[in-house]
DNA sequence: TTGACAACTTACTAACTAGTAAGTAAAATC
DNA sequence: GATTTTACTTACTAGTTAGTAAGTTGTCAA
């Protein structure tokens, strides 16, 4: 018998990388308990069904995503920095077996999950939203950023690049991503 | 009984609109043959798996692609309304009960489908992203588009933005999407 | 040392999945 | 008019799905 924590958070880092990899109809219960190396209905134990474990999932990066804003290791770095960060994080889930954002990879497939599963990933999107609204909009008054229009369209026109690129990089590899982010970068510092 | 070529097309139809509605493990032959108001063995009658129906619809979009770039409505156009033609497709998608790009969809489940399928929407997406590198030429040679950098990579910037624009909108409305495409709009004609 | 509880397993269900084999009726072909 | 072909239906299979109920065992507190 092990610990309940430890082995909450296995399936919780398990049940994240199938969503990463296979999306929410593309995985299973049997695939989450086969690697873990238990019973199907171990799983069920720590989350009775699969839309709280994947609710689960998702509100867990949400309080990890405010932690690392919150930091000051990202706080107080200066705009361009805190841009490459948050690329960082997108580098290096193509990087990991080509993972997809969890935003993209459940809005996919958003009209066949659960309605709670659909709110908690509206949250989510909101929230990298608006730090990345605010960051630009830092990065605009101290003369760092150029661009037309309002923080938030260029924003989301930002992260949905992000989004769409992990996707595309799946099929036409790694250098695409790469690409689509030097140019958010190029765009952005011109 | 019905023409062979109707039913083959609505079974198309309906396939087409399941993936881009729920994806293609969120979709199964007894949704569309309930749809068609047939049973599900003549789905396999046209099409003998589900491998085969999706890349049938991909290969038909392909297809259809290419008429339209080919055809003078869209060939003779300058490159600002090509541009207004492209973005309106996926226009008309987000406003067709909220569907995404084929792409999109089935790059989210990349590592879970079909490899024969994932093949098909390879070619989609090199076809899409060599039409619109074309057009984002043209247009800068043409001194109408404004941007830095080879076109190949601002055309994988656009189309990215746009594949996740579709699925930000399903969480947080079409303002979003709009707001993406016009940003896309006026960082080009800056 | 006992009893409670946590963390499971065993064994199951009902629903759904893609896919198949054999039969049937209407239409096209000869 | 007979035969073949097309477009199905009926009836089925083997596998997978999320989810449940009841039993088991190790750990810990009193």
Redesign the pocket.
Known sequence: ????????RTILNLAEALLQDKGFNG?????I?AEF??????I???F??????ASAVIRRYRERFQLWINNARVKDLVPEKKLDWFFGIYSEMRADQGKICLVGSLEAEFNSIPVGLQAEVEGLHKELLKWLEATLSEGKTAGVFNFTGQSANKAALILSSIQGALQMARALGTKKFRDVIEQNRSDLLA
């Open positions: 018998m092990v610990k309940i924590e430890n082995s909450k995985f299973s219960y049997a695939h308990a190396g238990v019973k199907n209905a171990a069920h134990y720590h009775p069904s699969k839309e709280a474990l």
